[in-house]
């Protein structure tokens, strides 16, 4: 059974640090691709960031550029994190990370996903 454990998230005040993480497991191919998204109360999903497995190539919303920092262990059943600077109030979200298995740069492709994990920041 393919899982997606996202973990990490919590309370943290304007201009604090998290790290999140993700723990693939069951996969069976060789993910393309991982990636973080994001969604808001009362908005849709968005994107955050993702990590191409085959080059390392590391693709970022504008939003939260110079802020977040994606590494992931590019194997099959990746471990993957995004440390999160600098954070915002507008930061708060559920994040998600996801996996794809035929990649579309930037954050195209991504067909597996996990549970969530909440990130507050407060002002």
């Known amino acids: 059974e393919v899982q997606l454990q996202a973990s990490g998230g919590g309370l943290v005040q304007a201009g604090g640090s998290l790290r999140l993480s993700c723990v693939a497991s069951?996969?069976?191919?060789?993910?393309?691709?991982i990636g973080w998204f994001r969604q808001a109360p009362g908005k849709e999903r968005e994107a955050v960031s993702s990590?191409?497995?085959?080059?390392?190539?590391?693709?970022y919303a504008e939003s939260v550029k110079g802020r977040f920092t994606i590494s992931s262990t590019r194997s099959k059943n990746p471990t993957a994190w995004l440390l999160m600077n600098s954070l915002k109030p507008e930061d708060t979200a559920v994040y998600y990370c996801?996996?794809?298995?035929?990649?579309?740069?930037?954050?195209?492709?991504?067909?597996?996903w996990g549970k969530g994990t909440q990130v507050t920041v407060s002002s």
């Open positions: 996801a996996v794809a298995r035929w990649f579309v740069p930037p954050f195209g492709g991504f067909y597996y």
């Open positions: 990590l191409s497995n085959s080059d390392g190539k590391t693709y």
């Open positions: 069951g996969f069976t191919f060789d993910a393309d691709a």
